[in-house]
């Protein structure tokens, strides 16, 4: 496929011939740009976009609270990028996949994850579909095709190919959109994701959130290029830059994209440019790396005023609703943090199954031998001599019961 | 019953696989028209199309972080590594994703459909980049299967199992063999059990361990140490993780000495990981030291390679070391 045009001096190209513009709809206070033209929206989906992005930002807020007072070990907010996030989500057929890297739990506000199912998964407890594995903000939904989040930067990118290239083999008409930063875009499972989707003519959404920080490193750190977007040339990719903090602009760019993929069998790269607002986690402080007044500025743009200016506008939205919904979100955070709190650890026998389908003979005989030895020092491991001892069991029960009467 | 050699052995397990399933995907490096650089996958595209079995772009993370997204998918990908050599930019898609994709999730996905079939060993003088022997890095991660298969049948019976284990399997093949190892196959469909070892000669005075392509060493030494009057019990372990602990202890209980042998170095090899759970459950009935004899700790190298490896002699010194003891 390769093409050559002769030329007979030495000439280098550096890619500046080209730019790539950004893709906006929506202007702060609400209204259109000239000429721009909203995406076909109903009421009420666009009451759901509105209401998952504020639920994200409310759940954020307070279990970056709640991780500040000790409560939960771990957190990291969406903050900043919940058009992003949800715009790309309201864009997809419910039944597509979706496989984010970890600050996207707007994806699953979206899609109807309940905050109970947020909080059981926060405080690692028995409910926790993930059995208390793993680290706080690493969620999955089966049923909500939101594949189950893990550490390892851009790992999730060439699984995506393969996720999409096995649906179009299905004939099922899905596509998958796998979501990273574009501190992520550095990794080699970028490159490796986005050549293989193309080869093999995959229906994949690589969608980008460049928010201008992969945790102190600036983005003039990770790249020299003008951002992630034009690596698609050299994989011949389509590909689009969009507004990220501008809903409108993000989910008719990712209906086309969905177009695209389903309909083409190719892959599409979305950069959607916004900025993180907060912290990278609870474990990182930006006042080191970064000014008050840059995210002063960026405080100006927060995506979610943007939609509720434009909601106002349309008649579909009105002070008292607001202050409604941030009260009914705010009081079900903290009931909801408080019931899964209070719900026991997984039980120890979790610790060896789905290693493998079946717990293997040599797995069985250290969970029995663990279980021996906890049994001989049962207040040494509380929570793992729950599910053995009746008695560790209804002392911690006893001490819920009474932490709950003091509260 | 057909005589096949192993490359034949495999391309038919890949066959009736594909045949009986449609959601058996072959990929890798030149798997596609031209069937490999081995030829394990010959005639594939042509029966199966290029949808089925095709090349990848030159990327090893790539075609295992596809594979795990196909996997997870519920397709049934078989993803060949041209060297095993050559699987370790791939190592972390192996490690932090293959192996603990079922149990990060709490088992709302799992990869267990993937295989990852991969070219292993020396003795063809393909010096640092085109012998080693990876599986003791592999055996370190729980939620892997490693399986070594010594010859044709074992390669079909293994291959087809590990293709339908409800778990990610990383096949070695020992190259070494390819065409050098022939045998009896049956043309019909059959497993062989993974995580089971096999017995291969019994014997009373020392047990004698290994798989892949050392057990053609092996076979060698102990016809030497026979003929010395050593009765030796010969154990195939066919897969490194999990690995048959019980059938392990139950021989070194009966011959009180063993000896295990792997091409790979010695220091953090996997005879070290059978060696202390052979002491700790054989401890009152060993009557020697257990004798590792493996690769040294150096890289694979070229021309001393006769050398370096842990040939015939070198395991028949070890036997007669041991029943001396």
New interface residues.
């Given amino acids: 496929m390769t093409t050559t045009q002769e030329i007979h001096s030495p000439t280098f190209l550096t890619g500046d011939e080209l730019t790539i513009p950004t893709f906006r709809l929506l202007k702060q206070d609400g209204t259109l740009y000239d000429g721009g033209e909203a995406p076909e929206l109903s009421r009420e989906q666009a009451l759901k976009i509105y209401h998952s992005m504020v639920a994200t930002r409310v759940l954020d807020e307070r279990m970056m609270a709640a991780q500040r007072q000790g409560r939960l070990s771990f957190y990291m907010q969406c903050t900043g990028e919940e058009a992003a996030v949800i715009g790309a989500t309201a864009a997809l057929d419910d039944a597509d996949?979706i496989?984010a890297q970890y600050r996207e739990q707007g994806a699953l506000v979206y899609r109807g994850f309940s905050y109970d199912e947020f909080m059981n998964q926060l405080f690692g407890n028995e409910l926790?579909?993930?059995?208390g594995?793993?680290m706080p903000i690493?969620y999955?939904?089966?049923k909500l095709h939101y594949?189950?989040i893990?550490s390892?930067l851009a790992?999730q990118?060439?699984?995506?190919?393969?996720?999409?290239?096995?649906?179009k083999?299905?004939g099922d008409e899905l596509c998958?959109l796998c979501f990273f930063g574009e501190g992520a875009a550095s990794e080699?499972?970028f490159?490796?994701?986005l050549?293989?989707a193309a080869?093999?003519e995959a229906p994949v959404i690589f969608f980008c959130r460049n928010n201008g920080y992969a945790i102190s490193t600036p983005s003039i750190e990770q790249f020299a290029a003008d951002g992630v977007a034009p690596r698609a040339y050299g994989y011949r990719m389509h590909v689009i830059r969009v507004d990220g903090n501008d809903i409108l602009a993000v989910l008719a760019a990712t209906r086309e994209a969905r177009r695209i993929a389903v309909e083409q069998n190719k892959p599409v790269l979305i950069e959607a440019m916004s900025y993180r607002l907060a912290a990278h986690s609870s474990s990182d402080d930006p006042s080191g790396y970064r000014s008050k007044k840059e995210e002063e500025a960026w405080r100006e743009k927060d995506p979610i005023l943007r939609m509720q200016h434009w909601l106002v506008g349309q008649g579909w939205w009105n002070d008292d609703e607001e202050k409604a919904l941030q009260e009914s979100l705010r009081r079900e955070v903290l009931e909801t943090m408080k019931r899964a709190e209070k719900r026991p650890p997984p039980p120890l026998d979790s610790l060896v199954?789905?290693?493998?389908?079946?717990v293997?003979?040599?797995?069985q005989r250290q969970l029995d031998q663990l279980k021996r030895h906890i049994r001989q020092y049962p207040e040494s491991y509380p929570k793992g001599a729950r599910s053995l001892d009746p008695d560790v069991k209804a002392r911690d029960d006893a001490s819920d019961a009474q932490a709950q009467e003091g509260e | 019953m057909p005589t096949m050699n192993m490359l034949q052995a495999i391309n038919n397990a890949l066959d009736i696989a594909m045949a009986e399933d449609d959601k058996v995907?072959c990929f890798g490096e030149d798997v596609g028209i031209f069937g490999g650089v081995f030829r394990a996958t010959s005639h594939l595209q042509e029966k199966y199309g290029r949808?089925?079995c095709?090349n990848?772009?030159l990327?090893e993370?790539?075609i295992?972080?596809?594979?795990?997204?196909?996997?997870?998918?519920?397709?049934v990908?078989v993803a060949e590594i041209q060297f095993a050599d050559y699987i370790f930019?791939a190592f972390?898609?192996i490690v932090?994703?293959t192996a603990?994709f079922?149990?990060?999730?709490?088992?709302?996905?799992?990869v267990?459909g993937l295989t990852i079939r991969t070219p292993y060993g020396g003795g063809i003088s393909g010096g640092l980049y085109h012998s080693q022997s990876p599986e003791a890095y592999f055996a370190h991660t729980?939620?892997l299967?490693v399986v070594v298969p010594r010859n044709p049948y074992q390669a079909k019976g293994l291959l087809l199992a590990a293709i339908r284990d409800?778990?990610p399997v990383i096949f070695f093949e020992p190259k070494r063999l390819y065409r050098a190892s022939t045998g009896e196959v049956p043309e019909e469909d059959y497993q062989l059990p993974i995580?089971e070892a096999e017995v291969t000669r019994e014997g009373s005075d020392v047990t004698v361990l290994g798989w892949g392509a050392q057990m053609e060493v092996i076979e060698r030494a102990v016809e030497l140490a026979e003929k010395e009057g050593i009765s030796c019990e010969v154990i195939d372990l066919r897969s490194i993780l999990?690995w048959d602990?019980?059938s392990v202890v139950e021989s070194v209980l009966k011959t009180g000495r063993l000896v295990i042998t792997h091409e790979a170095p010695l220091t953090g090899g996997f005879a070290g990981e059978v060696a202390a759970t052979v002491q700790e459950r054989c401890f009152l009935y060993l009557e020697a030291p257990i004798a590792r004899v493996t690769g040294m700790d150096t890289p694979f190298p070229l021309t001393l390679e006769k050398e370096y490896l842990a040939d015939h002699l070198k395991v028949f010194e070890a036997i007669k070391a041991s029943v001396a003891f």
């Fill in positions: 996949m496989m926790d579909y993930g059995k594995r793993q690493h999955g939904s089966r594949m189950t893990s390892p790992t990118i060439p699984q995506a190919a393969g996720y999409a290239y096995g649906q083999l299905a998958t080699g499972d490159h490796a994701a050549n293989m080869v093999h199954s789905d290693v493998y389908a079946d293997t003979p040599a797995l | 995907l949808s089925r095709f990848t772009p990327v993370q790539g295992i972080g596809f594979a795990n997204g196909l996997a997870a998918q519920g397709s990908p930019p972390d898609q932090n994703e603990k079922r149990y990060r999730s709490g088992d709302l996905f799992n267990g729980p939620g299967k409800p778990d995580g999990p602990q019980d």
